[in-house]
Structures are given as structure tokens and as C-alpha cells.
T-cell receptor, first 114, second 111 residues
């Protein structure tokens, strides 16, 4: 149990385009999901907390207009990187909060912006 | 000072030995503590969590928490080459709240 999926697993796009990443909790409902970003040889940095049916809470320094988060159902949250640039290239990982508060991580999405 | 600090390593241990990983945190309000393992190019996977002072054992893993010293550790007994990975310490103010990660300790288990 407690499986979280992400789609796509990797994406390459041109600078200036937008990319949408999906995060799904497959066998449980998650009112809260989290989006992280990890640059090479660095740890995970929380970008935002996504709550079903309400606006996401962004961490300091994360542009909410650039990283659009939608959590429309109890099993799906999406992250859209708008007008992506090479510096946005990173490993984006979501997690979903399960029973007891434990966070279960998705497999991650590797974004490369050319 | 970083909120959660770990020695980056690499920590090199021979197969079958005990690997000891340490983590210190600065927020005294932290109540929940987690250890994750991350293989290169993969997302983290939960090894175990601990909420109370003392030791918690799960198979070959033992987590130790000392809130007064703001210190949490992870012991890996009978280390295997498959344990070679980066181990991330994460803390939160309450279970289910946002996690703050340390930089991770890279562990290399040599056959």
C-alpha cells in the first residue's frame, strides 16, 4: 500500500514552454501533498504544500506564478512549470501524506530544459 | 547554521559491519524524525520514523533519538552492499507536517 506515482518520469522541453507534472496517490486519499525539488548532489528542498480544494502554500523564494500547483482531488496534485528555463532543470519529487502523517514519495520527474 | 545537519560522507564500511549515521537539528519544536534512503537518480524511500526519545528497532535498522541534545542517529547492522546509498534525515514539527531535510550522508558498503 501507500503507492505514489508521478507522470511523466522524465521530460525534455524547450526554453519558454510550460510543463505539467502529475502526482497521484494510487491506493489512498491524500488531502495534503508536497512538492520538492532536488538539484544534483543536493538535498530535497520543499517548494510548496498542496492541500486539496485550497490554494497551495509556497515556501519562501518559490515563485507561485511560475510553479502553479493544483490539487483538485484527493488523489491528484499537479505542478506546472510555466515558461521553463534551463535553471529550472531539476528532479521534481512529490509526496503524499498518508494515515499517521507519514509522507510517501513518488518516483520523481526529471526535467531538462534546453 | 543549517536547520538539519548531516555529515556528507562518504561513510565507508566493510560488508557485515555496523554503519552509524548522525543527524542534528536546530528547531527545538521538532517532534517527528525520519530516515530516508535514496539511491542515485531515485526518490527517497522511508526506512523508519521515531517520535520518542530512546531507541527504535526495525530489522537491521535502529534509530536513536535524544531531543535534549537535538540529535537523532541511525544504525545499520550487518551492512550489505545494497545498503550503499545516501541516507537523508528529515524532521518536522508534527507528523504530517512539512519535512526539513538534511544534506544526506553517502554510505558505501564494500564487499
Amino acid at each position: 500500500g501507500a503507492v505514489v506515482s508521478q507522470h511523466p518520469s522524465w521530460v525534455i522541453c524547450k526554453s519558454g514552454t510550460s510543463v505539467k507534472i502529475e502526482c497521484r496517490s494510487l491506493d489512498f486519499q491524500a488531502t495534503t501533498m508536497f512538492w520538492y525539488r532536488q538539484f544534483p548532489k543536493q538535498s530535497l528542498m520543499l517548494m510548496a504544500t498542496s492541500n486539496e480544494g485550497s490554494k497551495a502554500t509556497y515556501e519562501q523564494g518559490v515563485e507561485k506564478d511560475k510553479f502553479l500547483i493544483n490539487h483538485a482531488s484527493l488523489t491528484l496534485s499537479t505542478l506546472t512549470v510555466t515558461s521553463a528555463h534551463p535553471e529550472d532543470s531539476s528532479f521534481y519529487i512529490c509526496s503524499a501524506r498518508g494515515d499517521g502523517g507519514t509522507q510517501y514519495f513518488g518516483p520523481g520527474t526529471r526535467l531538462t530544459v534546453l | 547554521q543549517k536547520e538539519v545537519e548531516q555529515n556528507s560522507g562518504p561513510l565507508s564500511v566493510p560488508e557485515g559491519a555496523i554503519a552509524s549515521l548522525n543527524c542534528t537539528y536546530s528547531d527545538r519544536g521538532s517532534q517527528s524524525f525520519f530516515w530516508y534512503r535514496q539511491y542515485s537518480g531515485k526518490s527517497p524511500e522511508l526506512i523508519m520514523f521515531i517520535y520518542s526519545n530512546g531507541d527504535k528497532e526495525d530489522g537491521r535498522f535502529t534509530a536513536q533519538l535524544n531531543k535534549a541534545s537535538q540529535y537523532v542517529s541511525l544504525l545499520i547492522r550487518d551492512s550489505q552492499p545494497s545498503d550503499s546509498a545516501t541516507y537523508l534525515c528529515a524532521v518536522s514539527r508534527a507528523a504530517g507536517n512539512k519535512l526539513t531535510f538534511g544534506g544526506g550522508t553517502r554510505v558505501l558498503v564494500k564487499p
